[in-house]
């Protein structure tokens, strides 16, 4: 459908029918070639504002996927490169392909629900990428709450966001028909597919990191006239701001 080595139609259409978790299982052998899997372009934009090579010990790939970020991120650590998703055969792709990737820092994979990271303060760095959409709003505050427990204090969480585009754009409408369906999915099938877009933006987003003791930048300059309107946040944890203990999930 994207590409010739990528899933067809009704291969896509048994994904979007099962879990998330269990949807990416399945895609995970093909999602290289699916326009899911973060461009380099967007990548190279990012890396812009994570710093030179070496210079921090470790980073965090929140819902790695098949570890499109690893090429970016390792060069950057000393120590450790860790990524976690809760689909163990995207996993499996990227323990197959971090060998070939750039740097020497171990590269650690670990399956697990962000939602449930249970980190603390181990990582200079958090990055997330093509993943937004997988959390819905009910979840964020804990989704930032677990990102902040994760980093050391001075740690920053970097990703690409944008603001709401013009409720009369192509992106707005094209979303909102996407999401539309989507919750029209998820009312007729159990369980659902998480994915929506025009998630975690700006300035909500900013806000919500303020409000878990994060001081945040806003990149407006990261990218080409193709992208324009994209933005790279980076968030960084203040010093002497306590971790909050994981909370029962759902509260
Ligand atoms: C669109 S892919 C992006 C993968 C990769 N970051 C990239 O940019 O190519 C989204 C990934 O998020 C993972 N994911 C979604 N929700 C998750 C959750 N709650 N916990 C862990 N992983 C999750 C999926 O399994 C999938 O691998």
Known sequence: MFHPQGPTFWE????????TERGYDLLAPKFEYTPF?????????????????????AALDICCGTGAAMRILRPLCRERVVGI????RMLDVARQRFPD????????????????????????????????????P??????????????????RFAF????MPPWYSRQYLLSR????????????????FVMFYLT?????AKILLERHGFDVAVHNEAFSERLRGLEVVVATKQAGQDSVAPATRGQ
Request: contains cysteine; glycine residues 8%.
């Open 12 to 19: 896509l259409a048994e994904q979007c029918l099962s879990s």
């Open 37 to 57: 899997r973060t461009p380099d372009e967007i990548l190279d934009g990012l890396a812009k504002y994570l710093g030179p090579p070496r210079s921090i010990d």
């Open 85 to 88: 998703d809760f689909s163990q």
């Open 101 to 136: 990737e750039a740097g020497q820092a171990p590269v650690e994979l670990v399956r697990g629900d962000v939602l449930d990271m249970q980190f603390h303060e181990e990582f200079d760095l958090a990055v997330t990428v093509g993943s937004l959409g997988h959390i819905l």
């Open 138 to 155: 009910k979840d964020e505050p804990r989704f930032v709450e677990r990102i902040a427990a994760a980093l050391r204090p001075g740690g």
């Open 160 to 163: 690409v966001t944008c603001h």
């Open 177 to 192: 028909g996407f999401n539309a369906a989507m919750h029209v999915r998820n009312a007729l099938v159990r369980p659902p």
């Open 200 to 204: 975690f933006l700006l300035p909500q």
